[in-house]
């Protein structure tokens, strides 16, 4: 098993940049992949990204394609959200999740997927 704890959540205006963290412990060599999700009130868990966790592949929602960038350290083991451009439709809830064992042929963007979820952390992107 593994724990997650997301950092790096704030206030920032629009246009600006802010990078998440995810500090992954346990038996990561069985990480399949890692994700983001985001969350508003009143709304369901939404995909971001994802990335493998031992190969470079990686996966966005249309909407971040050209703002966000999820990059891995997996000798520090962690994974990173860096966002750009940030617009207030942005702001929520950040979570990192992970998927674990073999999981070949997995959907990536659906939450119940990813056995492993960290705490949140929240991000406000203000005019």
């Known amino acids: 098993q593994v724990q997650l704890a997301e950092s790096g959540g704030g206030l920032v205006q629009t246009g600006g940049s802010l990078t998440l963290s995810c500090a992954v412990s346990g038996r990561t060599s069985d990480i399949w992949a890692m994700a983001w999700f985001r969350q508003t009130p009143g709304k369901e868990r939404k995909f971001v990204g994802a990335?493998?966790?031992?190969?470079?592949?990686?996966f966005y929602v249309d909407s971040v394609k050209d703002r966000f960038i999820i990059s891995r350290d997996t000798a520090k083991n962690t994974v990173y959200l860096q966002m750009n451009s940030l617009k207030l439709e942005d702001s929520a809830v950040y979570y990192c999740?992970?998927?674990?064992?073999?999981?070949?042929?997995?959907?990536?963007?659906?939450?119940?997927?990813?056995?492993?979820w960290g705490q949140g952390t929240q991000v406000t992107v203000s005019s």
């Open positions: 999740a992970a998927a674990y064992g073999d999981r070949f042929g997995m959907e990536y963007d659906e939450p119940n997927e990813y056995a492993f």
């Open positions: 990335t493998r966790w031992s190969i470079e592949s990686l």
